[in-house]
């Protein structure tokens, strides 16, 4: 088994005053892992996050009710207004150190096509966001994933290519998991608004049936 994993996690700022639908309702900054598994109000937590966006509008005010929020943000949007994005990423841990690299800020989930072209030489390196400048490289023969470019003694890992396509395939079964379960959740707490709901998540992840098309070569 690969000591390598790489959770897909969303990026959550913080959704405990939102009560339009079930959330986990925990302050403050974290991630949350996508994946086939999750409760009910971790599903609801995902989904605000990729929507957050439209919940208040140009004055800062929430939106009113489900119908308001849901409307703005499931559009239909021109080209150049604000679009549903999932921000956060891939978290690598080391397994069997528990050690983790942690995505950037302003960086997304559907971002990580880099990667492959990292591991395929398409790319010298890639980009996983800011305030810490986390990245990949490959380097003589090796992915070279580190947290923080700038600061040397921020986590670095070291391993085969092969281990990091080990890796990026778990996460998109744990993207696709999360998929899953996001028909039946938008159909208990969206009815009106359930087959878009579903849709415009999963696209926003480029997950389901966006999945990137080159993971499902490797």
Request: net charge negative.
């Amino acid at each position: 088994m690969t000591a390598l994993r790489a959770d897909p996690v969303i990026e959550v700022l913080g959704d405990d005053t939102f009560d339009l639908w079930p959330v986990v309702g925990r302050e403050g900054f974290w991630y949350q892992a996508l994946h086939g598994d999750m409760s009910d109000a971790e599903v609801g937590t995902a989904v605000h996050q990729v929507l957050r966006w439209f919940h208040t509008d140009e004055k800062g005010d929430e939106a009113a009710n489900l119908a308001v929020y849901l409307g703005r943000a499931l559009g239909p949007h021109d080209p150049d207004d604000a679009q549903l994005i999932a921000m956060g990423g891939l978290r690598f841990i080391e397994t069997s150190t528990g050690i983790s690299i942690t995505p950037g800020c302003c960086y997304s989930i559907d971002e990580r096509s880099e990667i492959i072209d990292v591991l395929e030489g398409s790319l010298p390196g890639c980009w996983l966001g800011h305030s810490p400048g986390a990245g990949i490289t490959l380097r003589d023969g090796l992915v070279e994933i580190v947290q923080d470019v700038e600061d040397s003694a921020r986590p670095v890992f070291r391993v085969a290519p092969t281990e990091v396509r080990a890796a990026l395939a778990q996460a998109e079964a744990d993207l696709d998991g999360f998929c899953s379960k996001l028909a039946p959740w938008a159909a208990t707490h969206a009815p009106m608004h359930a087959e878009l709901l579903t849709d415009a998540v999963a696209r926003a992840l480029e997950a389901g049936p966006y999945r990137l098309a080159r993971s499902e070569s490797h």
